[in-house]
């Protein structure tokens, strides 16, 4: 055997005796939901737990849990803050509070499409409000789609925004969604998701809002009766993992957490664009009356609206603010 051929097969033998992803240890995390499993995070973690596999040899396993059994999004997170938890999917909403940035989301008709949405969210943009969240001990792997919000109700068709005169209508807990409810005339509840269902039957509340596959998924929609296309906001999904959790991982575990978080989360966007309609024709068949809005009415509704972005600049920030209106003039081409 010349000296090559010994020096190959001595390789070989190496690379089998050693397991080839040393850098990987065998790892379980846990994903809090507040949504129910057959909604399309899971068909996106999915994707992610493949990838894993796929990088990591196996080594490193999600384990999701759904309807808030872990809590609700803010103590959840307060959880992974805390490094008590590894990971959760929280809307941005309720963490105003903690990042006043995150606000910038729930101005009121603030993104017209998906597209850009994703633009802003997966650019530099995306990455300084990333940089807050780590301020606060929060690693965001990416934003999934939670996705544009439409009215239910066990009132009335909203056909204007003056359809919410007096209506009860639960808002995601934070003052942006309180004062854009407020500003319609509703009288607007904040409340945590996990409350939404039981709120509904048993007519505390008269609406919500919420993406439609969330109000399929949730079943909010066994307990409603209006289903209204208003597309009032549009919401990401944080998928957050535990800084102090993170940063006791190696660095190709943390770059694999990255990359099949990112996977994950295109296979998820896809699913939510492609159920939403299904949904929708669901709860039509359920027995809902929908509705959308004409033109005049939805211009009207965001002419009104404009007083909140007035009112909540400030406490954003002003230069969040503008540097999203200035990234979304540009895509506009205006
Ligand atoms: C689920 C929530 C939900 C959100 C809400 O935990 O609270 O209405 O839209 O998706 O994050």
Redesign the pocket.
């Known amino acids: 055997m010349t000296i090559l051929k010994t020096a190959l097969c001595l390789t070989t033998a190496l690379a089998i005796a050693t397991p080839a992803l040393a850098q990987f240890q065998e790892r379980t995390f846990r994903v809090s939901?507040?949504?129910n499993e057959d909604h399309p995070v899971a068909t996106g973690m999915a994707a992610m737990q493949e990838c894993l596999n796929e990088a990591t040899g196996s080594a490193m396993t999600m384990q999701g849990f759904w309807g808030?059994a872990l809590g609700?999004?803010l103590q959840a997170t307060q959880a992974v803050r805390s490094g008590l938890q590894e990971a959760v999917v929280?809307?941005s909403?309720?963490l105003v509070g903690m990042i006043p940035a995150l606000g910038v989301f729930d101005l009121p008709f603030l993104f017209r499409t998906p597209e850009e949405a994703y633009a802003v969210m997966d650019g530099e943009f995306g990455e300084m409000l990333n940089e807050k969240l780590d301020e606060v001990g929060l690693v965001n792997l990416g934003y999934w789609e939670?996705g544009f919000?439409n009215m239910s109700n066990s009132q009335r068709p909203i056909e204007t925004w003056e359809d919410f005169q007096g209506m009860k209508v639960r808002v995601?807990q934070n003052n942006i969604f309180l004062d854009t409810f407020s500003n319609f005339g509703a009288n607007a509840t904040p409340m945590?998701?996990g409350e939404?269902f039981s709120a509904l039957e048993t007519r505390a509340i008269d609406a919500?809002?919420?993406?439609y596959v969330?109000i399929d998924t949730s079943k909010f929609y066994e307990v409603q009766s209006y289903i209204s296309e208003t597309r009032h906001a549009y919401?990401p999904?944080l998928f957050l993992f535990s800084k102090a959790i993170f940063n006791s991982y190696s660095p190709e575990e943390q770059q694999a957490l990255r990359d099949c978080a990112t996977v994950g989360r295109d296979v998820e966007r896809a699913a939510i664009q492609e159920l939403n309609l299904e949904s929708l024709a669901r709860m039509e068949a359920a027995g809902l009356q929908f509705n959308t809005l004409s033109v005049a009415a939805q211009e009207e509704m965001l002419e009104k609206s404009q007083v909140v972005y007035e009112t909540h600049r400030a406490a954003i920030g002003e230069d969040v603010v503008d540097q999203v209106q200035a990234i979304l003039a540009d895509l506009r081409g205006q």
């Open positions: 939901n507040g949504i808030g609700g999004d929280t809307s909403s309720p939670n919000r995601m945590s998701f939404v919500q809002e919420n993406p969330t919401t999904f």
